[in-house]
């Protein structure tokens, strides 16, 4: 008995640890995802100004964000 109770407490703390580093991913993800969207913001607005660079810069932003969402 106390090797099924060992065993079990071992997968469900390996359980716990790969979801804590899960949620770590996502955040760090999450996190990423509004730097670029900040950078895409100052981006189109000098896009909209007529500044060229930022437009190329928007769209890579955009590329990376999508990239991003999809999973990295």
Same mark, same amino acid.
């Given at each position: &008995? =106390?090797?099924?109770?060992?065993? /079990?407490?071992?997968?469900?703390?390996?359980?716990?640890?790969? @979801?804590?580093?899960?949620? *770590?991913? &996502?955040? =760090?993800? +999450?996190?990423?995802?509004?730097?670029?969207?900040?950078?895409? =913001?100052?981006?189109?607005? *000098?896009? /909209?100004?007529? @500044?060229?660079?930022?437009?190329? =810069?928007?769209?890579?932003?955009? @590329? +990376?964000?999508? @990239?991003?969402?999809?999973?990295?």
């Amino acid at each position: &008995m =106390k090797i099924v109770s060992k065993t /079990a407490d071992v997968l469900t703390t390996s359980q716990s640890e790969a @979801d804590e580093k899960r949620g *770590r991913e &996502m955040r =760090k993800n +999450e996190e990423k995802i509004g730097k670029l969207s900040r950078q895409l =913001k100052k981006a189109q607005k *000098r896009c /909209a100004d007529g @500044d060229r660079d930022g437009c190329k =810069k928007a769209k890579n932003i955009r @590329d +990376e964000i999508e @990239d991003e969402r999809r999973g990295g």
